[in-house]
């Protein structure tokens, strides 16, 4: 199986656009997790989902959007792109208790 | 709420030195731990995980922590670094309650020939 996957892999936004960024797992993991990792800051937790139809936020939500209308795919939504979203953005997902990730997404909005 | 702290941002070394990258935490709740390593331009990959028994956990490619539930720490360890260890290592934090991870902001090993 593929675990986590995520595309795409790189991205340039202008300010006030917008996109998607798509998640998806194939280990019928209940949890998903959407993370952004700014240099030396960590990972922050941007929303998350414990089962398909059910969303919460996170730490840093603002600006972002997600659904989750299957347990395989968990999408970021970002409406109007600023440059404070620039940065990598990571999906995980788990059984319980131990997250595994995807790839990541770097996004550069100019 | 609960936090994860790595004290060293930065930790250069040389190749076959023995290196321990510092982990402390603050919880009011039992916890489980965990320590991600992420290469250059990659994913984060599980390194090990405490979520109880025995104190001192292993992990893949030689890394090992001990849980110190008294010094709020789980501090990382390899007794031999090679330079394919060189990439960034975080420490996270589990509540039992629930499936959130609290992350730190990650220490970059750098292992030097």
């Known amino acids: 199986n593929a675990g986590v996957t995520q595309t795409p892999k790189f991205r340039i936004l202008k300010i006030g656009q917008s996109m998607t960024l798509q998640c998806t797992q194939d280990m019928n993991h209940n949890y998903m997790y959407w993370y952004r990792q700014d240099p030396g800051m960590g990972l922050k937790l941007i929303y998350y989902s414990v089962g398909a139809g059910i969303t919460d936020k996170g730490e840093v939500p603002n600006g972002y959007n997600v659904s989750r209308s299957t347990t395989e795919d968990f999408p970021l939504r970002l409406e109007l792109a600023a440059p404070s979203q620039t940065s990598v953005y990571f999906c995980?997902?788990?059984?319980?208790?131990?997250?595994?990730f995807g790839p990541g997404t770097r996004l550069l909005v100019l | 709420a609960q936090s994860v702290t790595q004290l060293d941002s930065q930790v250069p070394v040389f190749e076959e030195a023995p290196v321990e990258l510092r982990c402390n935490y603050s919880s009011s709740v039992s916890v489980y731990l965990f320590w991600y390593v992420q290469y250059p331009n990659q994913g984060l990959q599980l390194l090990l995980k405490y979520l109880s028994g025995s104190t001192l956990v292993k992990g893949i490619n030689g890394f090992e922590a001990e849980f110190n539930k008294s010094q709020t720490s789980f501090h990382l360890r390899k007794p031999s670094v090679h330079i394919s260890d060189t990439a960034e290592y975080f420490c996270a934090v589990r509540n039992n309650a629930g499936n959130m991870l609290t992350f730190g902001g990650g220490t970059r090993l750098m292992v030097k020939p």
């Open positions: 995980a997902s788990s059984p319980e208790g131990t997250q595994y």
